[in-house]
């Protein structure tokens, strides 16, 4: 086989065969996880019902994965635990559509983390929709859920709905959050703009899942020459859907008038150095740290002509304030030093 010549158009022939047969192999494992998920919920609809009409208590679950487990040896998934996780599913969902059109497109353990951590309906159904879009990972999903995602969306204070055209600035809106939350740099509050960056840079993989989904990731400190004048953006990002540059810069204090004025003049520069005729006008991002003061950022966006959002960020303390306690202190460890090094103070051996 090695040694015959290939036909023409094999190869292409070859990779439509191999894209139709990944496709079918997707929508096949889509079709059996939305069957699985659609019987957990006729199982939790019917021990719902049975339990509503002839009153029975918690007991008879446990009887019931007992039994089920003899007749289906071969089938996980039929634990009392689990069973248990049925009912709490149909009692969260009483409408059979939305397991068709939303939950039957996510994995069972990702319905659980959903329908256990968040109990405002609207608010599940949203954090389903934004799984779905994102394809979040049982433990992106878990860490989105904690952090508030559903909160924090779309918050940021901005000028867009002036600055942008309808369909635009409402989906720019939704990207921008507040606060961003940074948890994952696990750092002190004192922290340099250049420290932060680097920061995020390092853990470039989890700033991209707390931005969103659509954000290319260009370029940080990227330079633009100006009048023969070097400026450098913190960080350069292109927005897929959006279909436009987004300039973010970072900034270690709570947000000032001038900054809106620096970022302004950034996004005029990368307009007309690096925007292409099918580009979108470009965004910028300003991420403060600590509490803005609303009236300030809005009086500072009014007259910009640029698109700007400006949000707050959030890191994580060096060290859980419950576990502060656990450790000594830095003043103890200098003492116990200090003792170590003093021959007076030894104990004898």
């Known amino acids: 086989m090695a040694n015959q010549m290939i036909a023409p158009g094999y190869a292409e022939l070859l990779e439509q065969l191999k894209s139709q047969i990944r496709s079918a192999r997707a929508r096949a494992t889509l079709s059996v996880n939305r069957e699985l998920i659609y019987l957990y919920w006729k199982i939790g609809n019917t021990i719902l019902e049975r339990q509503k009409e002839e009153g029975w208590g918690a007991k008879v679950i446990e009887r019931l994965a007992e039994d089920l487990r003899i007749e289906f040896k071969d089938m996980k998934g039929l634990s009392r635990a689990n069973l248990s996780y049925m009912r709490a599913f149909a009692e969260a969902y009483p409408e059979e559509q939305i397991i068709q059109q939303l939950a039957g497109q996510l994995p ?3 319905n659980v983390l959903v329908f256990t951590k968040v109990k405002n309906r ?3 159904e949203w954090y389903l929709r934004a799984c779905i879009e994102n394809g979040w990972s049982r433990a992106v999903l878990e860490a989105q859920i904690e952090t ?17 055209p ?5 989906l720019a809106q939704q990207i921008m959050k507040d606060p961003y939350n940074f948890d994952f740099l696990t750092t002190q509050d004192a922290l340099l703009e250049r420290d932060l960056q680097r920061g995020l840079l390092e853990h470039l993989r989890d700033f991209m899942v707390e931005l969103g989904v659509g954000f290319a990731f260009v370029g940080s400190n990227y330079h633009l020459e100006v009048e023969e004048e070097d400026f450098y953006l913190d960080l350069l990002f292109y927005h897929l859907r ?17 900054y809106a004025g620096k970022l302004n003049f950034y996004l005029s520069a990368v307009d007309d150095t690096l925007r292409h005729p099918q580009d979108n006008p470009s965004i910028g991002l300003l991420l403060c740290k600590g509490k803005k003061k609303q009236l300030i950022v809005e009086y500072s966006l009014r007259k910009v002509h640029q698109p700007i959002g400006v949000a707050e960020y959030t890191l994580a303390k060096a060290l859980p304030d419950e576990l502060k306690g656990a450790f000594p202190s830095v003043e103890d460890l200098e003492k116990e030093l200090q003792r170590m090094d003093d021959p007076m103070k030894k104990k004898p051996i």
């Not at 508030?148 to 942008?164: C, D, I, P, Q």
Request: proline share 4%; aromatic share 12%; charged share 25%.
């Open 108 to 110: 069972w353990f990702h």
């Open 122 to 124: 609207s608010e599940r």
């Open 148 to 164: 508030g995602l559903h909160e924090r969306t779309g918050k940021a204070v901005t000028n867009f709905s002036r600055t942008l």
């Open 166 to 170: 309808a369909p635009q600035s409402e």
């Open 242 to 258: 959006l279909r436009c540059f987004v300039v973010v810069e970072l900034k270690n204090t709570i947000f000032k008038p001038e």
